[in-house]
Nanobody
Framework: QVQLVESGGGLVQAGDSLRLSCVAS????????MGWFRQATGKEREFVAR????????YYADSVKGRFTISRDNAKKTMYLQMNSLEPADTAVYYC??????????????????WGQGTQVTVSS
């Protein structure tokens, strides 16, 4: 089993920055892609960003492109999401996820087999 633990969420003001972290442990696959999703109250979980195993390929939702940066450190089994210029619309619970398929554009929740418990990000105006 794979365990994922997110951290770094909090309450910030519009325009501020936050960096989320996600640490993987347990029986992680030898190689895997990772992604960030978010879910606002009353809405479906939506794709935010994805990073390939080696980190050379990244994908972003249009709503966060240019403001968020995804990265990973495989030696630490940790993925990050640097979020800049935060907006109230970014308020949500942010989840990290693992995908055994390491290549390609995959932005559906069902494509990811392991999930963390989430970390709350609240952006006030």
């Amino acid at each position: 089993q794979v365990q994922l633990v997110e951290s770094g969420g909090g309450l910030v003001q519009a325009g501020d920055s936050l960096r989320l972290s996600c640490v993987a442990s347990g029986r992680t696959p030898s190689t895997y892609a990772m992604g960030w999703f978010r879910q606002a109250t009353g809405k479906e979980r939506e794709f935010v960003a994805r990073i390939s195993w080696g980190g050379s390929s990244t994908y972003y939702a249009d709503s966060v492109k240019g403001r968020f940066t995804i990265s990973r450190d495989n030696a630490k089994k940790t993925m990050y999401l640097q979020m800049n210029s935060l907006e109230p619309a970014d308020t949500a619970v942010y989840y990290c996820a693992v995908d055994r398929q390491i290549t390609g554009w995959r932005n559906r929740t069902w494509q990811y087999g392991y999930w963390g418990q989430g970390t709350q990000v609240t952006v006030s105006s």
